[in-house]
């Protein structure tokens, strides 16, 4: 989906890198690697950034719209380039400036998607001509979900993100994304996984074949993260909002990712902007989008 954005214009490259929500996830156990295993399906939705790739003589520079950002290298883009750099041999550099739209450590892979945008982008502006599956290699050395991001779509995801499996697109339908003003490390979640009772699985199979009939209505009723109950009970807020989604007609709701965004899947676009409403006087981060 990021290469069918991607336009490039002499030594300048643009591209949109769109954020993902998460419509399972299941934690299927701790590798001897220190990751975990994971079983998800995930799909891309209409909110995005922008990433602009300048061809430079030498060296990476990074800027975004938001002054919080690191802009060296710990940003994920700058690590993305330098990646590039090293894989490939290449001599040259790099200006990236990244128009952030999506909330930052969200749980909707918004860094994930920019260092995609940016090894698409430079693999182009230096026409080396990388093997999507290379780009995708290299891409997972940065991030779980980065593999994901070059294509996206409608995906189920195991291994530890990186094996992935294309799925019949999800009709469109219109989601609402709320983020409260709060931050969740995924390590935490991860740990308190390792111990936490799970009582309810996602049925992953019941998604799949939700997905295949293109039924809304049942894969809203799929809806399911193991990691809601931990980042809800941390974080009541994250259950608060949930619950509110239901109350206001959502056909169902639940967190994406690690959180702490939670997303509802709404039967039509007037139900979701009363809801869009209704959130908005409490919260900064509130997202009217679709499924792509």
């Known amino acids: 989906m990021i290469m069918d954005s991607l336009v490039v ?38 909110l995005h950034d922008i990433v602009v790739v300048d061809k430079t003589d030498s060296g990476i520079t990074v800027s975004t719209n938001l002054v919080y950002l690191p802009t060296n290298e710990k940003n994920i883009a700058y690590k993305a380039a330098l990646a590039f750099f090293e894989y490939t041999g290449t001599n040259g550099g790099c200006d990236i400036s990244i128009t952030k739209n999506i909330p930052v450590a969200a749980g909707l892979a918004g860094g994930s998607g920019n260092a995609a945008a940016v090894l698409c982008a430079l693999d182009r502006l230096y026409n080396t001509n990388l093997p999507l599956d290379t780009l995708k290699d290299i ?16 995906a189920l995801a195991t291994g530890i993100g990186e094996i992935l499996t294309p799925l019949p697109p999800v009709p469109k339908c219109t989601i609402l994304m709320v983020k409260p003003s709060i931050s969740v490390s995924t390590g935490t979640v991860y740990e308190a996984i390792d111990s936490a009772e799970i009582l309810k699985h996602p049925d992953t199979d019941a998604m799949i074949s939700a997905i295949k009939s293109g039924n809304i209505s049942a894969i809203a009723d799929n809806l399911s993260n193991v990691m809601g109950t931990v980042t809800e009970n941390i974080h009541p807020i994250v259950r608060g909002i949930r619950r509110k989604m239901i109350l206001n007609g959502a056909l169902g709701a639940v967190m994406s990712g690690s959180g702490p965004t939670v997303f509802g899947i709404f039967p039509d676009y007037d ?16 997202y009217l989008v679709s499924t792509l």
Request: proline share 3%; charged share 20%; with cysteine.
């Open 139 to 154: 891409g997972a050395t940065l991030g779980a979900d980065v593999p994901y991001c070059f294509s996206g779509g409608t």
């Open 271 to 286: 139900t979701a902007k009363k809801s869009h409403d209704s959130f908005y006087y409490q919260f900064k981060e509130v």
């Open 9 to 46: 214009s002499g030594n300048r490259a643009t591209a949109r890198s769109y954020a993902k929500i998460n419509l399972t996830l299941d934690v299927l156990g701790k590798r001897p690697d220190g990751y975990h295993d994971v079983e998800m399906i995930m799909q891309t939705v209409s």
